[in-house]
């Protein structure tokens, strides 16, 4: 059996007095970046919650580096996630109050790595956002933001990237851009992405690709 990424079988979610989704199930291979589309309310934030530990599922089983996500716990389960996966929200979640540097040295803290501030001001360059690094997040524009969460995704060199809707607002100019700045970093990251959107335009960009 191949070492997959992540992997998840039999996935179902049942939201409080609401629907059940039962997602289909995923592997992904190292660098085998992948597509999870479809329209809005088809549940693609929900399973992208569930792969990352984020929600537990009703039924199913992840797998993420071959460690069972789900048979983790607490503080064990953070620090697992934190080292081995990176999440692009749809809204930057930038803590207000700390500098772009030090919202991406927090990231760093959490994994329970040593905290390297040479490494954070590198992939600030190689993002174009250096001299940002002592500026607050008021004070950036929301592509910087967007820069920014990137970054701190990406600082603990994670296996698995998730973005949900990296694309969906942008015009096509600059959906192409990001598109290309995350296969960039992933690459150099030595992580494997998973991009989560009803955005049709970004699927030829893809060989591996999953429908809700």
């Known amino acids: 059996m191949a070492d997959y990424v992540l992997s998840s ?10 629907p059940t989704l039962a997602f289909p199930d995923i ?3 190292e660098n085998q970046h992948t597509l999870l589309l479809g329209d809005s309310g088809q549940g693609k934030t929900t399973l992208l919650h569930l792969l990352s530990g984020l929600s537990i599922p009703t ?19 953070d620090a ?13 979640h930038l803590l207000k109050n700390l500098t772009v540097l030090e919202n991406i040295k927090l990231a ?21 956002l250096k001299d940002k690094a002592h500026s607050l997040p008021q004070h950036l524009s929301r592509g910087q933001k967007q820069r920014v969460a990137i970054a701190r995704a990406l600082i603990n060199r994670p296996a698995l990237l998730l973005a949900d809707e990296p694309t ?20 150099t990251y030595g992580s494997t992405l998973l ?18």
């Not at 934190?82 to 749809?90: C, H, S």
């Not at 969906?168 to 992933?186: C, I, K, P, W």
């Open 108 to 128: 760093q803290s959490l994994a329970n790595n040593s905290v390297n501030t040479a490494e954070v001001l590198t992939i600030l360059e190689v993002l174009q």
């Open 9 to 18: 079988a039999q996935l179902s979610y049942q939201y409080p007095q609401g």
């Open 27 to 29: 592997h992904m291979l």
């Open 195 to 212: 991009i989560a959107t009803h955005d049709k335009r970004i699927k030829d960009q893809f060989t591996n690709a999953y429908q809700l």
């Open 80 to 92: 697992f996630r934190a080292k081995n996966l990176g999440f692009i929200f749809q809204e930057a």
């Open 59 to 77: 039924t199913g089983s992840i797998k993420l580096m071959a460690q069972d996500l789900y048979s983790l716990r607490g503080s064990a389960l």
């Open 168 to 187: 969906a607002s942008l015009d096509d100019s600059n959906t192409a851009l990001v598109l290309q700045l995350l296969f960039d970093s992933a690459e």
